[in-house]
């Protein structure tokens, strides 16, 4: 339901598959939609295997994750987002919470598969910052919402418009506070959760 309208940092893409690969949409960004399509079956391989082009197969393969900051934005091979927590380009949600919640925002619909989410065709960053027991630092999800805002400064062809944080716990942090300013300074909502103690 998600694998389609996960963002894909096309400043990342190394330049020498990048040139070869076919924007179907023709909406002037390379996107999961386009990756799926038999125009572009010569230049991603189904690494992991699951029947589909997805941000598995883009870190598996050794095509698309090159070693190199090609957007020299200081996360290497940040193709699908990153993992402030490991410290790693792999945001894979090993708690689930993430993926619930993302699930309500973007899950395709019509699919007659799992969900359908509210927004079926928006593009969603895995942003990761907790470990899979929900544990982790207010200093990681800073630089979480640092790093969207700076996409959405590099961008010419996403709309980088809004971050979800089902998060909680702990006190006021000044270092969230000052990177939701940053955000709101450049147009980015910082949707937050309203817990669950009623």
């Given at each position: ?94 708690d689930g ?15 007659g598969t ?29 630089k979480a ?54």
């Amino acid at each position: 339901d998600l694998y389609l309208n996960i963002w894909l940092n096309n400043a990342e893409i190394p330049l020498s598959i990048k040139a070869s690969l076919v924007d179907v949409d023709g909406d002037g960004n390379i996107t999961f939609r386009d990756l799926n399509n038999s125009a572009n079956s010569a230049y991603v391989r189904d690494v992991n295997a699951n029947g589909r082009i997805d941000g598995g197969d883009l870190l598996a393969g050794s095509r698309c994750e090159d070693g190199i900051d090609t957007d020299g934005n200081s996360y290497r091979d940040d193709l699908i987002g990153w993992d402030f927590h490991n410290n790693d380009n792999d945001p894979y949600d090993d708690d689930g919470h993430g993926t619930h919640v993302a699930g309500t925002i973007a899950a395709t619909g019509g699919n007659g598969t799992g969900v359908a989410g509210v927004a079926w065709s928006t593009l969603l960053v895995p942003l990761k910052f907790l470990d899979a027991n929900g544990s982790g630092y207010t200093s990681n999800a800073a630089k979480a919402v640092d790093y969207f805002t700076a996409a959405k400064s590099r961008s010419t062809t996403v709309d980088f418009v809004a971050t979800n944080n089902s998060w909680g716990g702990g006190g006021y942090s000044s270092t969230v506070y000052d990177a939701i300013v940053r955000a709101a300074r450049a147009d980015i909502l910082f949707v937050a959760a309203a817990g669950n103690g009623g």
